[in-house]
């Protein structure tokens, strides 16, 4: 599943920029510095808009189109900023054959978010993740870190209703 990039305005500080230009002048020279030039980066925004990318290109004289890729291909980078509620659906094994993909698809549906992105008001993001170490409750979801195991597409709406 490709990540996308949504429609929620990028707000960088001043502090944020000089911190990622330190970052990137900390590893210049280093092999293999993207990884951890991305992993900072994402430390310092929350997650890697495509602003931090352009800057990251032009400073590091790498190809933008290899930094998304990069940050695309990897799951622990994030291309958009979680929301309020940050909502995640395990689409691992388990999960999955137990129901999991509908149940992602009856989230995106009432709250009208794609997987992948967040709502334009910053509300809910919405992640397919994959094992996250609580097979014997599957089908799992967690929002902002509560677990709700044993889920079925009939309970979307009731959980929903406490994050409105």
């Given at each position: 599943m490709k990540k996308k990039l949504t429609t929620v305005e990028f707000r960088g500080t001043p502090e944020q920029e000089a911190k990622l230009l330190a970052?990137?002048?900390?590893?210049?020279?280093?092999?293999?510095?993207m990884m951890p030039v991305l992993q900072e980066a994402q430390d310092i925004y929350g997650y890697l808009p495509i602003e931090v990318q352009k800057i990251i290109a032009e400073k590091?004289?790498?190809p933008l189109e290899e930094i998304y890729g990069i940050a695309t291909f990897y799951s622990q980078f994030k291309l958009n900023p979680n929301g309020v509620y940050s909502i995640?659906?395990?689409l691992g094994?388990?999960?999955?054959?137990k129901g999991s993909q509908a149940i992602i698809e009856e989230i995106s549906r009432q709250l009208g978010v794609e997987v992948g992105s967040t709502s334009p008001d910053g509300k809910y993001s919405l992640e397919a993740t994959r094992c996250?170490?609580?097979?014997g409750l599957a089908p799992v979801m967690t929002i902002n870190g509560d677990v709700y195991g044993?889920?079925?597409?009939?309970?979307?709406?009731g959980i929903l209703a406490k994050y409105r």
């Open positions: 970052v990137i002048a900390k590893y210049e020279g280093v092999d293999g510095k590091t004289g790498t995640a659906v395990c094994t388990a999960c999955y054959v996250i170490g609580a097979c044993r889920m079925t597409k009939d309970q979307v709406a």
